[in-house]
């Protein structure tokens, strides 16, 4: 027995030390490859910078192969030199300082216009409008540059002030507007309100530094006006602050509790992060609305709520981002690295980070199939999976806009939209409230006129599709005993304007309706109007005002 015992402890003190001397060669040899890679790097720049024909940017060529470096890790991984800290520190706080307005690329005239100043801004303050053409910045002409130069213009440091020179379309006027920069928080809250059936709802934008202070008074707000019901919009929200996320889910689940995990390679990455404080309401109904813009930050608040039941994941599956970002790596002179350092897992135990980046050959992305990912169960019992973002307890999928209004909205080079916009607010100094504006039938046939008048045209899915089927039945050669049909079917998808105008109406119209209330209550006043159309919202009431079926979605399958 003590020869066997002395054998086996021979054997693992074998294993050890050979275990020992690969790791500690793996180990050397990656130091040496760094290192040889790094010193060939170093003198490909020397021989570069000392014979090439041309001379260099040493920022900019040494800044791509930087970038190029980071861009075979993961996109979340990002190198901002001294001149974009800046843009880094906006990200992280939604702070910035500007005239407050967003500015959009006009396609028929070919320059930078106001699209929507911020409520309580310096631009609206200076009374600029949807549609105002920016001609100059000081001594600075701007009718030749791109959105990011103009903005780029506009910024600079709290209290400073320039001199916009605008044109106004509605009365081709030209106006030089003094404007004092300021301190620009972009709204974490858009709008929050009571709905029908006692429900109250809150639109979280994001989550930068401060949010869950807002989400609190919000909540408690609606509470005091009767609210038996919550719906949390988190659709479009691309996330933000991980400690912001732990304080809004604190609201509705007790002190002490685990939410989030993090882990990485180094011990310092990882972190437990509790509930920290009382919470204000353990038992009020929630729902929760996602989609797949709803990411990072946002997944953390959805998936939690889910995996502790105490609120219904409704609307569709989320973007999947399960990482965690060092967001401000000091580097020499200045510049910062943001960094993806951990993983992050959430009650239930399950990270939900869709995408694997793999590094061999340069860096490639790959999707977790669903069959690879592993089943975890809530509080309840309930399972849920990870790896594919936050799986709806209800899924329910959205309106889809008609290719026509994708036209209208986005690609027209006409602006027949715009300009009828513009023109509208021009012609009335006032409208009704932001949830009781409505376009009536006069105006909306006026708008149709436009638009036949304008030359706008799209390209319709069903006509290029039906193009690629004419091909393929041609090469395969099925044409021939088919073409009548082809003929028959290119008739009814013949391209109409009129037609499709009136047939996508009630779309349409509603795109205006928020185009106009955003020029007279801002933000606010065009998410309280969208919720009108909502279908997912509507779901969500309907649940929230049956509490049978609201339970029954929190049940395990097995005691269903």
């Known amino acids: 027995m003590r020869k066997r015992i002395m054998t086996i402890a021979l054997a693992c003190m074998t294993m050890l030390t050979v275990g020992a001397q690969e790791s500690g060669k793996k180990s050397k040899d990656h130091n040496f490859e760094v290192a040889k890679n790094l010193d060939i790097f170093n003198n490909i720049y020397k021989n570069l910078d000392l014979m090439y024909v041309d001379t260099l940017n040493a920022a900019e060529v040494i800044g791509t192969g930087i970038n190029a470096m980071l861009r075979s890790l993961d996109p979340y991984t990002e190198y901002y030199p001294e001149e974009n ?21 006009n396609q028929k005239l070919k320059r930078v216009i106001v699209d929507e100043p911020y ?31 103009v903005s780029s213009c506009l910024r600079g440091d709290a209290g400073t002030s320039f001199i916009l020179k605008i044109k106004r379309p509605s009365t081709d006027k ?14 974490e809250i858009p709008y929050y309100g009571m709905r029908p059936g006692r429900i109250g709802y809150i639109n979280l934008n994001g989550f930068p530094e401060g949010c869950a202070r807002e989400m609190r008074r919000a909540f408690i707000d609606l509470k005091k006006q009767g609210a038996k019901g919550l719906v949390l919009d988190l659709r479009g929200n691309g996330g933000g602050s991980l400690q912001e996320a732990v304080d809004i ?51 953390i608040t959805a998936g939690s709520l889910q ?59 790959e999707r977790i199939a669903d069959s690879l990912t592993h089943v975890f ?33 986005r690609i027209d080079s006409t602006e027949v ?6 023109d509208y607010i021009a012609a009335h100094p006032t409208i009704a409230p932001a949830s009781e504006f409505h376009l009536t039938d006069a105006e909306f046939d006026d708008f149709k006129q436009r638009v036949q008048k304008s030359g706008f045209t ?50 349409i119209r509603q795109m205006l309706e928020q185009d106009i209330i955003s020029a007279y209550y801002y933000q606010a006043g065009a998410v309280e109007a969208a919720l009108n159309d909502d279908k997912q919202l509507k779901e969500a009431e309907r649940l929230l005002n049956d509490p049978k079926e609201y339970a029954k979605v929190l049940t395990p399958a097995k005691s269903k």
């Open 307 to 365: 995996d502790l039941d105490r609120g219904v994941v409704m609307g569709t599956r989320t973007y999947g981002k399960g990482l965690v970002q060092s967001p401000m790596i000091e580097l020499p002179y200045n510049a910062n690295l943001k960094m993806t350092t951990a993983k992050y897992y959430i009650p239930s135990g399950r990270c939900i980070q869709a995408i694997n980046y793999k590094h061999s050959d340069g860096g490639y992305r």
């Open 458 to 507: 799209y390209d319709p899915m069903s006509g290029k599709k039906l193009e690629e089927l004419v091909k393929l039945a041609r090469f395969e050669g099925y044409y021939d005993d088919a073409s009548a049909e082809f003929e028959a079917l290119k008739t009814k998808l013949k391209h109409d304007v009129a037609r499709d105008l009136e047939r996508n109406k009630d779309i």
């Open 119 to 149: 409520e309580g801004m310096p631009a609206a303050e200076a009374g600029l409008r949807k549609g105002d053409i920016i001609l100059s910045i000081d001594d600075s002409v701007m009718t030749d540059k791109n959105v990011s130069h």
């Open 417 to 422: 939209m715009l300009d009828y916009v513009i």
């Open 174 to 187: 030209t106006m030089d507007i003094k404007i004092t920069r300021k301190s620009i928080k972009l709204p």
């Open 249 to 299: 889910i604190n609201m509705w689940v007790p002190r002490g509790l685990t939410l989030v995990e993090t882990r990485g390679k180094l011990r310092q990455s990882d972190h437990k992060y509790k509930t920290r404080l009382e919470p204000v309401d353990t038992v009020m109904p929630i729902v929760v609305l996602v989609n797949g813009e709803t990411a990072s930050a946002s997944e």
């Open 85 to 105: 800290t800046k843009d880094l520190k906006m990200m992280l706080t939604g702070k910035y300082a500007g005239m407050g307005a967003l500015i959009r690329y």
């Open 377 to 409: 169960h809530t509080r309840a019992g309930r399972e849920v999976r990870d790896g594919g973002g936050i799986k709806p307890d209800m899924e329910i999928a959205a309106d889809t806009l008609p290719n026509i209004a994708i036209y209208l909205d």
